[in-house]
């Protein structure tokens, strides 16, 4: 193998599995050790730089930073990573005055098409740049699905409110209980480009017998849920069928069950690991007393007199081709009868855009999705660009963050006549944390404790109040050892071949058997050549140059504990333990003169 | 050094040896020696031969005199039986645990001090009397302890830290052990593990007393320019006369050698060592030309290193002395002391 490329950003940059992970590129290891030492302020700032929306989304996001914890590799759960940035969100003081103030009018004007996370986003990031931005949004409120959608218990408005209230107070003129219905006389008003973030907004339907006769009693998950959520829907009857085994079908289960469901049941077409649902969520929802059966499609839904009495299910079971896919297959075991009085369907949901016209040069494809750049994320009307679910399908809040700002780089080069595909690269650095001999200014010494279970009020008074939060967060002591479970990926393990001796200190100390000093061979043979065969290919192997003895020294990254024993135990100085800090561009930032 | 333990945490598909036990059981407390230190390579090598081993750690006696290389048995093997003895004791207390429980795998470790200079009578005695053991010499020329002064090991004419030339004549183990009637004599690197690790695995295999020097650099004291134990200095000089494949009896044996290349050796217990040659002449079987062959290569610089000699039919002290197959330890006083009844029809017996 080539010795290994650390100059850029890319190699250390996938190191920190979980900033890698996220689709916003949040410095994790650095809010968290932040959070561990009490600066809370400062954890929340890194998040709201990075995904704008931190006490929301340390309550409600799909966390894939999560399943990507390198500690999830080397203990049983990874770091409470989500829930930590909730600490920042809740503990912090008063951050008004840190927040950016924008700059002088630059006099030109921004529309904003709902009012989501990734509107949000990309008004917060060209409003500072002196942007006018105006926000359009049919409900009442900023905030779109978050606020629509996601149950009270889960996320309070009040958090909402803050975090939308910070972007809206950058300056940032909105329109709300204005539904946009046509796209060219918006066009028509002369704005300098249209944001379109008008989510996903349609759930899916389940056209089965008996839908029609029985209407007044099946509803679709998204649409009742913002019923809920507005204060139009409070209460069901006492049996309710959810279908579906997505995140929407466990809120919709959970808010059943709050609004007088004494026998809530969800019931999916897939198993239960395959199920969409994030473990967490389907964990909540049996916490809840709530059962989840699988491996059932729906069939038809039985009534009498107009009334549901109940849905009929086929049992399957899945069998998987050679490539993988697969298909449910009947049992032939007879059909499975549950009993009901209302069933709320979510079984997916899908984007539409009625109101834009497809006359005005805005192309769609197949799937009546819009046809983008998907780095851009410009339309092919060059000042239209789109973001969140509206852009490359349902997704969830981070990427819709994520994607705001990659908009909002759009559309800040567009209005300056810039090349759109000249992406500001991110800012990172990378500087030793050695602070004397057995001293580093990060905490080395690898806590051995247990995932810190959230603390949650009791289910009897929950269940009763479905605007009662279920979760309290943790508390400051809970954080910090929490926090302390973060191995600190960002301090990577930096190797100067020229200075090593080969004496094998760094090969001894190891708790994880990580470094190997061999051959040079293929990355297949090498891999099965080091102390511990590396195993996890989605892991890189980090190769020097070669040393005196003709040897290269072979560091598998998989499960490197980050401890620095082997920076410690060099006697030269040949490894270091130096932090990798990286943030991602944002609009305004300037591409890299070549 | 290092001030924190090892983490706990594990790999999960970390290798297990037949008893269930993985690589981090055999490991003792962090070490405190410098960084660097040849003495924890070392240590390694003896965890990971263990290891391979499936040796029971509370089935091994390690014992230890005084030094940097006596200190080392704390940081291996946490869960077997340890014993600092006085300065260069180390052999007399060895071979007197080894009379009282020959059950024990007995492992001493010892450095160049301890061994050649205060101890190296004892070294002597314990070599002549054929005590079943794996004695381990960390072998770095000066005395580490004590600011880096040359040991009884340092070369005539290297240079210390500061640029004395040392005037004195080195004694070398080696030598002494096969002069002495040590069975499995053989001479390592510590920055060569793939040698070090197979030669510790034969010794602790082998019956009557091994004898392994570990070249083993000091990289606060004699990892000079001018040295003649620094890793550079080591690596450019090895003479390896062999390479060392350990296999034990359970273990299949697909080797694919030319006639000649390779020298099958069974010990008593039935494990083998396969020894591939590298110097096409050398027989590890003889012990008179194996000395010359030292003396000729330590007159032309080189460190010659492998396993130099190899008796496997050689037998140890519990044999010369016709002790019973049961442990001493576990034979209960009555028996051992069957009182001046006993006494008196022996002495009658030899009147």
């Known amino acids: 193998m080539k010795p290994t490329n650390i100059g850029g950003h890319d190699y250390f940059h996938k190191v920190v599995d979980c900033q890698w992970a996220c689709p916003a590129h949040t410095p994790v290891p650095e809010y968290i050790r932040l959070i561990a030492a009490g600066h809370y302020s400062d954890a929340y700032m890194i998040n709201w730089r990075s995904n704008v929306f931190p006490g929301i989304l340390g309550r409600v996001c799909d966390r894939p930073c999560e399943p990507a914890c390198r500690r999830g590799r080397v203990d049983k759960e990874p770091v409470a990573i989500c829930r930590l940035k909730r600490v920042a969100a809740d503990l912090k003081d008063d951050i008004t005055g840190r927040l950016p103030r924008p700059q002088k009018t630059n006099g030109k004007r921004i529309a904003c098409v709902g009012a989501g996370p990734a509107s949000l986003t990309v008004a917060r990031d060209l409003a500072v740049l002196g942007y006018q931005i105006t926000v359009f949004d049919n409900g009442a409120a900023p905030g779109g699905m978050m606020r629509s959608q996601i149950p009270k218990f889960r996320l309070p408005d009040d958090v909402i409110d803050e975090e939308c209230g910070y972007i809206i107070g950058l300056g940032v003129e909105t329109r709300y209980n204005q539904w946009v219905g046509s796209l060219r006389d918006l066009m028509a008003e002369g704005w300098d480009a249209v944001f379109v973030g008008t989510g996903a907004p349609r759930g899916r339907d389940a056209p089965i017998p008996g839908r029609e006769e029985a209407a007044k009693h099946i509803h679709i998950g998204i649409d009742w849920l913002a019923n809920v959520a507005f204060g139009h829907t409070t209460k069901i009857s006492k049996r309710v069928i959810v279908l579906g085994g997505g995140n929407t079908a466990m809120d919709c289960c959970r808010s059943a069950r709050r609004l007088g469901g004494d026998d809530v049941k969800v019931i999916v077409r897939s198993g239960f690991e395959e199920m969409k649902a994030s473990p967490w969520e389907k964990e909540e929802a049996i916490h809840e007393g709530i059962p989840i059966i699988n491996m059932r499609v729906p069939k038809e839904f039985r009534h009498e007199n107009g009334k549901l009495t109940g849905v009929l299910f086929e049992i399957v079971r899945a069998e998987y081709d050679a490539k993988g896919r697969r298909s449910l297959i009947p049992t032939g075991e007879p059909d499975e009868f549950h009993e009901c009085d209302e069933v709320l369907v979510a079984i997916g949901q899908e984007n539409a855009f009625p109101w834009i016209e497809k006359d005005i040069g805005l192309e769609f494809d197949k799937w009546d999705m819009p046809v983008l750049n998907e780095k851009t994320l410009q339309s092919t009307l060059p000042n239209v660009f789109f973001g969140g679910d509206a852009a490359l399908g349902p997704k969830n809040i981070i990427t819709a963050a994520a994607q705001g700002h990659e908009a909002a780089i759009s559309i800040d080069l567009f209005c300056r006549g810039k090349k759109l595909d000249d992406r500001p690269p991110p800012q990172f650095n990378l500087v030793s944390q050695k602070m004397g001999i057995h001293e580093w200014s990060y905490d080395n010494q690898v806590s051995e404790e247990e995932r810190k279970k959230v603390p949650v009020k009791a289910l009897e008074k929950t269940l009763k109040d479905i605007k009662l939060e279920l979760e309290m967060g943790f508390d400051p002591f809970m954080a910090c050892a929490e926090a302390e479970r973060c191995l600190n990926c960002d301090v990577e393990t930096v190797f100067t071949g020229k200075t090593c001796i080969e004496c094998d200190a760094c090969v001894d100390i190891c708790p994880t058997e990580c470094i190997t000093f061999t051959a040079n061979g293929e990355e297949d043979d090498l891999r099965g050549r080091l102390k511990a065969p590396a195993k996890n290919h989605d892991q890189a192997l980090y190769v020097s140059e070669d040393l005196k003895t003709g040897r290269v020294m072979v560091k598998d990254e998989n499960i490197c504990l980050h401890c620095g024993m082997c920076a410690e135990r060099c006697p030269t100085g040949a490894w270091d333990m130096q932090k990798f800090f990286m943030q991602c561009a944002e609009a305004g930032t300037e591409a890299r003169r070549t | ?351």
């Not at chain 2, 010892?110 to 004892?122: L, M, P, R």
């Not at chain 2, 001018?226 to 044996?253: C, M, W």
């Not at chain 2, 050698?257 to 591939?276: C, K, N, T």
């Not at chain 2, 027989?283 to 290193?305: C, F, K, W």
């Open chain 2, 1 to 351: 050094m290092t001030y924190l333990a090892k983490p706990k945490l594990l790999r999960t598909d970390a290798p297990r040896n037949t008893l269930g036990y993985t690589r981090r059981d055999y490991e003792g407390a962090i070490s405190t020696l410098c960084a660097g230190c040849g003495h924890d390579s070392i240590s390694a090598a003896v965890v990971q031969a263990c290891f391979d081993l499936d040796i029971e750690p509370h089935r091994v006696a390690k014992l230890s005199g005084i030094g940097c290389s006596s200190k080392t048995p704390d940081y291996f093997l946490g869960a077997s039986h340890g014993f600092n003895t006085t300065h260069g004791r180390m052999p007399s207390v060895l071979t007197g645990a080894a009379l009282a429980n020959r059950d024990l795998t007995y492992m001493g470790v010892s450095g160049d001090g301890d061994s050649a200079s205060i101890g190296i009578s004892q070294f002597a005695h314990a070599m002549r009397r054929g005590v079943n053991m794996t004695y381990i010499c960390e072998n770095n020329g000066v005395y580490g302890l004590t600011k880096g002064q040359f040991s009884a090991t340092a070369d005539k004419g290297s240079k210390s830290k500061r640029g004395v030339v040392n005037n004195d004549t080195p004694i070398d183990l080696v030598a002494l052990a096969l002069q002495l009637g040590a069975s499995y004599v053989a001479r390592s690197f510590s920055g060569d593990k793939e040698q070090l690790i197979p030669l510790i695995k034969g010794a602790l295999r082998h019956r009557g007393p091994a004898f392994i020097d570990v070249i083993s650099p000091c990289v606060t004291f004699n990892n000079h320019a001018g040295s003649t134990k620094s890793y550079d200095y080591v690596r450019e000089h090895n003479d390896a006369v062999n390479r060392l494949d350990f296999i034990l009896p359970r273990d299949q044996i697909n080797t694919s050698y030319a006639p000649g290349e390779l020298r099958r050796i069974v010990q008593h217990d039935g494990s083998v060592l396969h020894l591939r040659k590298l110097e096409a002449d050398y027989d590890p079987s003889d012990r008179v030309a194996a000395m010359n062959y030292l003396q000729e290569r330590h007159a032309l610089g080189e460190i010659v290193t492998g396993l130099l000699y190899v008796d496997s039919s050689a037998e140890d002290l519990h044999r010369h002395l016709n002790t019973v197959e049961k442990p001493l330890n576990q034979l209960g006083d009555a028996y051992l002391c069957p009182g001046s009844k006993a006494l008196d029809a022996l002495n009658a017996s030899l009147r």
